[in-house]
């Protein structure tokens, strides 16, 4: 069932967004060659806790750790652990918290140093996918109209789409109804007012084909060519939307 929040909630989730822009904003300070991905794990812990949220994936189905970090060729929910950052990485945080019960969920993908430019271009139309879908956000319009937009331009600018993850509702729960996939997959679900969805492009360099790694957890890709992600927490307004975590 899909919900649709009332002003009280979507307070509460402009709340929960604020705390999730200023956790990046204090791991950013952190995102250098030499730093573990296990240390940014401590650092957005100690801050999600100390401004009073909860980590949303520790805990999660068992995951070990308070945000996922993917490197490289990883797609999504790799673990934080000893891997030391290096330059030419491109890391994925994708950070969800709740504040008084009510979720945001964004992802970031960052670069380490120096990359190729076909790998900073993938970051660049990763974002730029996002954009290109929630500026289809607004009453009346479908689910397909974000995916269809998503894909196009995916697939304008060289990349391949992920489809075995999607975006979701989101709101007292981390994953909700609807499905909201980066491909056209021909959902015509309405979107109304009041509707809180996480968008979130998860495009490849390669092949869009992906492999589950050892640990059941980190998705990978299966050429090995690297992916980026970039996803918000976005509530569905009568003309149009809003970002709750941030640009």
């Known amino acids: ?109 960052y670069i380490i140093g120096d990359v190729p430019d076909e790998v900073k271009a993938l970051v660049e139309d990763t974002k730029g996918a996002f954009y290109a879908g929630v500026s289809c ?11 269809r937009a998503i894909e196009d331009y995916a697939h304008k600018h060289g990349l391949s789409v992920v489809e075995e993850l999607v975006g979701h509702g989101i709101g007292s729960k981390m994953h909700e109804e609807p499905d909201v996939p980066n491909f056209d997959d021909n959902n015509r679900t309405k979107l109304k007012a009041g509707m809180t969805i996480a968008i979130e492009p998860m495009l490849n360099l390669g092949s869009k084909e992906v492999v589950m790694a050892d640990d059941d957890w980190t998705v990978k890709t ?23 975590t941030g640009e």
């Open 137 to 147: 956000v607004k009453e009346g319009a479908r689910i397909r109209d974000i995916s």
């Open 222 to 244: 299966l050429d090995g060519k690297p992916s980026a992600h970039y996803e918000n927490t976005v509530l569905v307004t009568k003309d149009g939307y809003e970002i709750l």
């Open 1 to 109: 069932m899909i919900s649709i929040k009332s002003e009280r909630e979507i307070a509460l989730m402009r709340e929960a967004g604020k705390y999730n822009i200023k956790t990046f904003k204090e791991v950013e300070k952190y995102l250098k060659p030499g730093v573990t991905t296990k240390y940014l794990d401590k650092i957005v812990h100690d801050f999600i806790v100390k401004n009073g949220c909860v980590p949303a994936t520790l805990g999660y189905e068992g995951y070990p750790a308070s945000v996922c970090i993917s490197v490289n060729d990883e797609v999504v929910h790799g673990i934080p652990g000893k891997r030391v950052l290096k330059n030419g990485d491109i890391v994925s945080l994708d950070l969800v918290l709740s504040y008084k019960g009510y979720h945001a969920d964004a992802t970031r993908t």
